[in-house]
């Protein structure tokens, strides 16, 4: 089992910032792959950005060169830092683990699929404000 836990949400005006952290417990030895989804009421889970255990990263169209996603071992700590925000990046914002080598090969080929990743926060809302 891994736990995750979101932080970092808030507030934001258009053309801001915000550092999101995903904290990892538990099974966390096993997991090969992150990511980063985001989620607006009505509408289906969205991959943001994902992050292989071997370095690869993988992000969305639209948030490709405004968000990086990082993690910190030492800290078993995922973050998205998000730069340049539109209300269009408003949402509930989930941090995702998962252990198995198959799944996560969608990461390597460029990819950020929801039904990739077995393990989920709870998420973090964030509001940008025009």
């Known amino acids: 089992q891994v736990h995750l836990t979101e932080s970092g949400g808030g507030s934001v005006q258009a053309g801001g910032s915000l550092r999101l952290s995903c904290s990892a417990s538990?099974?966390?030895?096993?997991?090969?792959?992150m990511g980063w989804f985001r989620q607006v009421l009505g509408n289906e889970r969205e991959g943001i950005a994902a992050?292989?255990?071997?370095?690869?990263?993988a992000y969305a169209d639209s948030v490709k060169g405004r968000f990086t996603i990082s993690k910190d071992k030492t800290k078993n700590t995922l973050y998205l830092q998000m730069h340049s925000l539109t209300t269009e990046d408003t949402g509930i914002y989930y941090c995702?683990?998962?252990?198995?080598?198959?799944?996560?090969?969608?990461?390597?080929?460029?990819?950020?699929?929801?039904?990739?990743?077995?393990?989920w926060g709870q998420g973090t809302q964030v509001s940008v404000s025009s």
């Open positions: 538990g099974h966390t030895s096993g997991t090969v792959c």
């Open positions: 995702a683990a998962e252990p198995g080598i198959f799944a996560c090969r969608s990461v390597l080929r460029g990819e950020v699929g929801a039904g990739s990743f077995g393990y």
């Open positions: 992050i292989h255990e071997e370095g690869t990263t």
